[in-house]
């Protein structure tokens, strides 16, 4: 066994375990109702979480109070299922409103009443998160860019959350344009991958990695947000004959397909893999530049008989 340790990344300790929790159809609660209560209330509901806010009705902020007039949150969406909000107009009752939690957050002034309810979760082994005490939270919130799918988090492990806002919005400067549609684009693709390569096996599951890797590095995440339902089909025409097609592949037009094939013509290479779709700028090679200079020619001395 190899002891080299300079080809391998450094140990830094001390980082948190950045992971994308799923929390979909989970409960979740949520004890506050003020401006921080909203923050995290929001971020459970975005996640598909099932969530109880517990707090006086005295103390909600505008945006907790609107979300539970929506009625679109706090009924249930068919008979029996449980709704995406439950609203309960008190303050925490003690271990019984823990009853079922998989996740715990608490947004109240009541220093002594948040470190009771982090010590009844931490013996229940609930997840918590005290806001703006540390050394009660088990995880952090972090500040967040969200474009459809996407999702970037940036943290200071709880010692700049100023300072995780300033680089949050340095980052979103510099995300291209429709970059949500691109990653939608991709895993409508996928989607529609499985269907005609469903296997299972660990041959198949490799080849359709490999295949997805060659299709994406092809297409620049503008273009990848310009596939609508033929280009992708056309795509999908491709892994049969484990063809990755790129977006002038699908693009280029009946002429310019047929040019192509002849050796005729081309569509150049692109500068920038992620720069504006555009349809291919057709341009002739060595052979169609000569085929089509020695066809001029002969349709002009045509000409000029004609006229002798």
């Known amino acids: 066994m190899s002891t080299k340790t300079e080809e391998f990344p450094a140990i830094q300790p001390g980082a948190s375990l950045i992971i994308a929790w799923q929390i979909k159809n989970k409960r ?4 506050g109702g003020g401006a921080v209560a909203a923050g995290r209330l929001s971020a459970l509901l975005n996640a598909n979480a099932l969530v109880t806010l517990v707090a006086p009705s005295s103390n909600l902020s505008p ?48 220093i002594g009443l948040s470190s009771r309810i982090c010590e009844m979760c931490r013996t229940r082994r609930i997840p918590v998160n005290v806001a703006d005490v540390p050394p009660e939270c088990d995880f952090y919130f972090g500040s967040i860019v969200r474009r459809g799918p996407l999702q970037i988090m940036v943290s200071t492990g709880g010692k700049g959350p100023r300072i995780a806002n300033r680089v949050r919005r340095a980052i979103e400067g510099t995300l291209p344009d429709r970059v949500g549609d691109a990653i939608e684009s991709v895993g409508t693709l996928r989607s529609e991958l499985r269907k005609v390569a469903n296997g299972k096996d660990k041959a198949t599951i490799e080849r359709r990695m490999d295949w997805m890797v060659r299709v994406c590095d092809k297409w620049s995440l503008a273009e990848l947000a310009e596939m609508d339902e033929r280009m992708r089909q056309e795509v999908l025409d491709g892994w049969e004959d484990n063809v990755a097609k790129g977006y002038w592949d699908v693009n280029a037009g009946v002429l310019g397909k047929a040019a192509s ?6 569509c150049p290479a692109r500068d920038s893999p992620d720069g504006k779709a555009s349809r291919c700028p057709f341009v002739l090679t060595s052979s169609g530049f000569l085929l089509g200079l020695t066809a001029g020619v002969v349709a002009t001395a045509a000409v000029m008989r004609r006229w002798n």
Request: aromatic share 4%; proline share 3%; charged share 20%.
């Open 28 to 31: 979740a609660l949520v004890v």
């Open 63 to 110: 945006e907790v109070a609107s979300r539970i007039a929506d009625v679109s949150l706090t009924t249930p969406s068919s008979e029996g299922a449980t709704p995406s909000l439950t609203y309960i107009d008190r303050v925490f009752a003690g271990e019984s409103d823990l009853e079922g939690m998989e996740m715990v957050l608490t947004a109240i002034d009541e």
């Open 261 to 266: 094939a002849l050796g005729l013509g081309k």
